[in-house]
């Protein structure tokens, strides 16, 4: 098992910057996948921005403005997001893939104000 927690979300207008951050405890052995998810209200979970072995991939939407780094030593997945737009409000989710297994956090939630 993993467990997740997920911090950093909050209101912020557009154009500003937040930076999320997920710590994952438990048996964070071999996780193969970490990253962020996101899902605005009335609409279906996207991902946002994952690190698979060690290589980055970024949603179109989000390309140039947020960035992902892992800390491996302390089990560490942090998303940078400027540039912030009202489109970009959402609960954004900590995901982990291990032994095929999908792990998620509670969510956060950003909003982005006009």
């Known amino acids: 098992q993993v467990q997740l927690v997920e911090s950093g979300g909050g209101l912020v207008q557009a154009g500003g910057s937040l930076r999320l951050a997920c710590a994952a405890s438990g048996n964070p052995f071999g996780i193969k996948t970490i990253g962020w998810y996101r899902q605005a209200q009335g609409k279906q979970r996207e991902l946002v921005a994952v690190?698979?072995?060690?290589?980055?991939n970024y949603s179109d939407s989000v390309k140039g403005r947020f960035t992902i780094s892992r800390d491996n030593a302390k089990n560490t997945v942090s998303l940078q997001m400027n540039s912030l737009k009202p489109e970009d409000t959402a609960v954004y989710y900590c995901?982990?893939?291990?032994?095929?297994?999908?792990?998620w956090g509670q969510g956060t939630q950003v909003t982005v104000s006009s």
């Open positions: 995901n982990v893939l291990r032994y095929g297994l999908n792990f």
């Open positions: 690190i698979s072995s060690g290589t980055p």
